[in-house]
């Protein structure tokens, strides 16, 4: 009973070790105490005024029983401002705790020590002397910090510091309680099937990887055989499952090291951030993305940050050619036109006071057609031309309908009716070619009509792409004439 440890609500204040008499309770940490040495007694401690009257208790026998007299040695021997027992308890804390522990060890040793000035002195004391593993007053008949510094001056600075401390902790702040710690349970977290505690998804990349080595085993004597001195064909086929193994674990551990580094946990900041930007700049960003697989977060975000820029003075270059266009040469004419704009784009079609229509509601604004931004066409491939949409048709005004291109007058008075497509005649005894994406591979540069074409005549793209090719060169030469028979020599058909 005579050692207990005082529990402190926090690090770095008064705490240690404080012993008390085992028989009037009496705190004698800080005076001379008196300790059984017998076997019986364990921790048994006495304070002198109790062992002068032969006080006993529990198993103690004064008469028959050692005891040895143990005094504060606050005295310092390796530093002015450490004592002979606040190096024992660092030493003693150390082999309790381990090296490394040193809020614990601080706790151990007491007299509001915190745990940075406990790690400083070990490594000034211990690791940085000459002498190491000891100190550099190791010697014991070296005194020269004792003559320096005596008891009472020692013990006056001790209690000078203790006071001190005690002040700063009464008008200090009140400490926060610890925050719960947070269980690591796939629906803790802001990221859904995130696990914290453990650095873990509820899914992971490649998350079936595990179950081709479950079962596994490899017995003391698999490996080479001794009679042919190879490599044993079901040991060589573990092997290289494990390789491929180890790969999905190498990917799965890149791939959080990407969401860790680029903080992709942090979902409703990042969420918020893109609330402010634009859709295209968001898209922009959307496309760049795979970019941070090969570059650390402070490169990816000058990227992006370089691409918003560029998307930026885009739109102000197309805003300002919009602006000369219509004659606007100052930023507050253009600011004008702006507002202008909106204001007109947002105004409902006025309706006449005698207009049959006055009383009925306005119809909603057809939605504005979507041109291609700048961002749009820097990211976009163009689309080849047989791609393209087809523009509608253009139909003439009432008073051109008569009148063609050339001036002359037409006759029927009415546009020329558009042809219709050509169908193609099956051939005799002849069944058309199936063509798909699995047996034609250029099947996709192809129109529509082309592939019928080539379904018919039981032929596949490639070829069929090289005598069109043919065919497109000699009508260039011949500026878009080519005969029947130039066109047999070319393509190679006989009569």
Known sequence: MGVIRKKTGTRGTEGGLKYICDVCSADITSTVRIRCANQACNDYDLCVPCFSQGATSREHDPATHAFSVIEQ????????DWGADEEHLLLEGAEVYGLGSWAEIADHIGGYRSKNEVRDHYVEVYIESSKFPLPERADPKDLSLLEEVPREKFHARKKRRIEEHKEDAKSALPVAPKPKPTASVPACHEVQGYMPGRLEFETE???????????????????INPRTGELEP????????????????????ERKKIIFE?????????????????????????????????????????????LEYEHNLRQAISQLQEWRQM???????????????????????PTGSFDRLAGVRAPKPAPPVETPSATTALTTPEMPERLKPEPPPMSLPTHLRSATANGTSNASNTVAPRLSPFTIPPLSNT?????????????????????????????????????KDGLLNEAIKTGGAVKKRVAREILKVSY
Do not use: W
Request: aromatic fraction near 6%; hydrophobic fraction near 35%; charged fraction near 30%.
């Open 327 to 349: 004659g606007i040469s100052s930023l507050k004419a253009g600011e004008k036109y702006e507002q202008e704009k909106l204001h007109r784009a947002q105004r409902p079609a």
């Open 205 to 223: 990349f490649a998350n079936e990887a595990e179950e081709a080595v479950q079962s596994m085993q490899f017995d003391p004597g698999d490996g």
């Open 234 to 253: 079901e040991v060589e086929l573990k092997l290289v499952v494990m390789e491929i193994y180890n790969q999905r674990l190498t990917g799965r551990a």
């Open 431 to 467: 069944q058309p070619l199936r063509l798909a994406p699995e047996n034609a591979n250029d099947l996709h540069l192809l129109t529509k009509e082309e592939v019928e074409l080539c379904s018919h005549l039981r032929m596949m793209p490639k070829p069929y792409l090289v005598l």
């Open 262 to 306: 680029h903080n992709l946990l942090e979902y409703r900041k990042n969420a918020a951030l893109d609330k402010k930007r634009t859709k295209e700049e968001r898209d922009l960003l959307h496309k760049a993305k795979p970019f941070a697989r090969i570059t650390n977060q402070a490169d990816f975000r000058v990227f992006s940050d370089g």
């Open 73 to 80: 040695h606050s005295i310092p021997i390796y530093t002015k």
